[in-house]
């Protein structure tokens, strides 16, 4: 990797949480040569602009969110428990580097739907990729046997997401993780009882 792409790299790794914890507009230029030790002028020497810069970050924040997922699920063989990686990441979450400020998806996309569109085009092609992701093991699960054939992958990949999203939401916001144990922990029981044959 060349210098050039490693300093852009640590400026992505190093601005990532706090877009994510401040986002777009309350981060400014001086909290990212706080967060980087950097000067403005290496900072903008390697990204056009601000928005490059958020656009990387997001980039980073979700990349290390599916890496924890993707990890759980290579320990699993069957369709529920890929579904439960899921589960296992968004429940350890507020004690995660990449949860801890609130999921990348919901504290981007809030902020971005009405002030950034490419930004927010980010967010929606993220939570597509996830519906897509969620989708595709469910159906894996009817093909193998292990889910009901009544199922349908694509309204249970919405519930679950909502789910995991609201409880997620609640518990960032009130600092109460019940409202979080509590969505998981019904999210568990309806992937054992109501897609299990």
């Not at 507020?94 to 981007?108: E, K, R």
């Amino acid at each position: 990797m060349s210098k050039a792409k490693r300093t852009k790299a640590f400026i992505t790794e190093k601005t990532a949480a706090l877009f994510n914890r401040r986002g777009y507009a309350g981060t400014s230029l001086t909290d990212m040569t706080d967060a980087t030790g950097l000067t403005k002028g290496s900072i903008y020497g390697n990204f056009q602009d601000k928005d490059e810069v958020a656009l990387e970050a997001f980039s980073h924040n979700m990349a290390k969110l599916v890496e924890q997922v993707r990890a759980l699920q290579a320990t699993e063989r069957s369709a529920s428990g890929k579904l439960k990686a899921f589960v296992k990441v968004y429940r350890n979450g507020l004690h995660s580097p990449v949860l801890a400020d609130g999921c990348p998806i919901i504290n981007t996309g809030t902020e971005a739907d009405d002030t950034h569109a490419e930004l927010n085009g980010k967010v929606k092609d993220a939570l597509l990729r996830w519906h897509k992701s969620i989708s595709a093991i469910v159906q894996q699960g009817k093909l193998q046997g292990e889910f009901r054939d009544s199922i349908n992958s694509a309204d249970f990949a919405s519930l679950m997401i909502a789910i995991i999203e609201g409880g997620f939401t609640l518990s960032k916001i009130s600092g109460d993780v019940s409202y979080l144990d509590q969505s998981l922990d019904h999210l568990e029981k309806l992937i054992d009882e109501r897609l299990r044959r």
